[in-house]
Every structure is written in C-alpha cells, then in structure tokens.
C-alpha cells in the first residue's frame, strides 16, 4: 500500500503533486531540480507524521 493510499483513505491531502511524484525523482535529479526533490520529501514527511497522529488518535500506541 502507497502512502499515497494511505492518505486518501485516512482523508489526508497527498504529497505527490501533478509534477512530482516518487517516479519522478530520478529525472528531477538528473535535470538539477534538487530544491523540488527536497520540498517534495518533507511533503512526504509532513504526510507520513499527519497519518502516524491520526492512527494514534483512532488506535493508541
């Protein structure tokens, strides 16, 4: 399962966007766009904590 899943199904805001998306990092890197890479990870991190609290809030520790 993607965290991508996860997200729409917790009812969370994605961290892809319509320009960047895991797949598209390797060419991201190639072209030099490392400052899109990095906004696009901590969306990614963002993403990855909001889910964690969420899951805390519904299930505990």
Do not use: P, Q
Not at 5 to 13: H, K, M, N, S
Not at 18 to 46: C, M, P, Q, W
Not at 49 to 60: A, D, P, Q, T
């Amino acid at each position: 399962m993607s965290l991508d899943d996860i997200a729409w199904a917790l009812g969370l805001t994605s961290s892809k966007t319509k320009d960047i998306e895991g797949s598209t990092v390797y060419e991201l890197f190639h072209s030099g766009r490392l400052a899109d890479i990095r906004e696009y990870n901590l969306k990614d991190i963002r993403l990855t904590r909001k889910i964690y609290e969420r899951l805390v809030n519904c299930f505990g520790r």
